[in-house]
Each structure stands twice: as C-alpha cells, then as structure tokens.
C-alpha cells in the first residue's frame, strides 16, 4: 500500500542527546515536511522539501536538521540544541509545491527523560 | 495575533445535536481553505475543502465568508464517532502554498 512510513512511533531521549527520526514514503511525492505538535496546539512547520537535496527552514527550524538525499526519504535529526524537543512529530508529503493534498505519516512521539 | 485561530474548546454536546465552529485567518492572501480531523493521538486527516460557495458532504457543511476572513463548519446529526478535534487549515499561494494550522478545536459527542 501506498503511504508515508514513520519511525520510531515512540522515542525517549536523554539530555544532551541527538535522535534521528525516520520518514519514507512510496507515493512518489516531490514535497516532504516535518511538523511539530504539541499538546492542544496546532502544527508548527519545522522544516520543508520540496526536490531532491533542497529544503528550507520552516517557523522553527532551530535545534533540527534534515537531509534529503533521495525522493522517498527525509529524515528529521532533533539536536541537543533543541531545548525542548518533547513533542508528537508528523512528516508529511504532498505531489508538489502547489499540490493543496498533503498526506501524514503516523506520528512520531519524542520523550525526553 | 495567530495566523490562524479557533476556540480550543472543548465542545460537549449529546448525540444528534448540531454543532458549529468557526475559524478566523489574518492573511487575506490565503487562498485555500481545509478542515481536518484528528482523533487523539493520531496524524490529521483532511475531512474537506472549503469553497466560497461552501459545501456540503453529508451531515458536514463548510462555508467560507473571505470579507470576514473566516470559515466555519457545521455538523448535523453529531455521532458517538464525531469525537475529535477538528483544525483549521489555511494556504497561501505566494508563500509556496504552505498549510498553516488553527490550534484546534475539541469536540466531545455524549451519549
């Protein structure tokens, strides 16, 4: 089945340390995001993709990374300098950049312990 | 101001009952308009489009007043299964037709 793979659903991290979240998917879309949610709060867009080896910084890039070295994947890197990383991740994707139909992933759920 | 806004909620209402929310934007350049749904602890899924001459599928109807900036959707006959939060979704075209999101709102459906 066509759709967007994330892992791990659920992650504890120490302090100080950096996790990497994965995202893939197999609709072969060109754009890829990753949102941030926190609880009874919106998403919040941390970084976008929208081709192969670009993606720009979303309202809340700072303590995150991400790399898109191929079409399918795109995976989310928290840094220790992400002060409060505890939070429900989704990656998302959509055809293109003016494709109005984006697709979720699962959700990631990051615990700092 | 946020971008997009809605009341938190929760709403609590009995089965059958017809509830309404509402949801404002401050960009008048946002040019397309979404409801989505997200159950607790799930990923959002796109419940419907919004138009200016509204719309209607089955026991939900959506409406957009751009004057007003702000769109509501509307659920008739509510279900035990309506329970969710419902978020606001909002784009704008110059601005590579990024979804910018309402915090939610939260709807509870009693027996």
């Known amino acids: ?113 | 101001r946020k971008e997009v806004e809605q009341d938190p909620g929760p709403f609590n209402v009995p089965e059958g009952a017809t509830v309404a929310f509402n949801c404002t934007y401050s960009n008048s350049a946002s040019q397309s308009f979404f409801w989505y749904r997200q159950d607790c602890r799930k990923e959002p899924k796109l419940l419907m489009s919004v138009y200016s001459s509204g719309n209607e599928d089955g026991r939900f109807t959506a409406q957009l007043n751009r004057a007003s900036q702000y769109i509501s959707l509307l659920i008739r006959d509510s279900k035990l299964s309506d329970s969710a939060t419902y978020l606001c979704v909002v784009t704008n075209n110059n601005a590579g037709n990024m979804l910018t999101f309402g915090g939610g709102t939260r709807l509870m459906v009693k027996p």
């Not at chain 1, 505890?86 to 700092?112: D, H, M, P, R």
Request: proline share 4%; hydrophobic share 30%.
């Open chain 1, 1 to 113: 089945d066509g759709g967007i793979t994330q892992s791990p659903k659920y992650l504890f991290r120490k302090e100080g340390q950096n996790v990497t979240l994965s995202c893939e998917q197999n609709l072969n879309h060109d754009a890829m995001y990753w949102y941030r949610q926190d609880p009874g709060q919106g998403l919040r867009l941390i970084y976008y993709s929208q081709i192969v080896n670009d993606f720009q910084k979303g309202d809340i890039a700072e303590g995150y990374s991400v790399s898109r070295e191929k079409k399918e994947s795109f995976p989310l890197t928290v840094t220790s300098a992400q002060k409060n990383p505890t939070a429900f991740y989704l990656c998302a994707s959509s055809k293109g950049q003016f494709s109005n139909t984006i697709y979720f992933g699962e959700g990631s759920w990051l615990t700092v312990v």
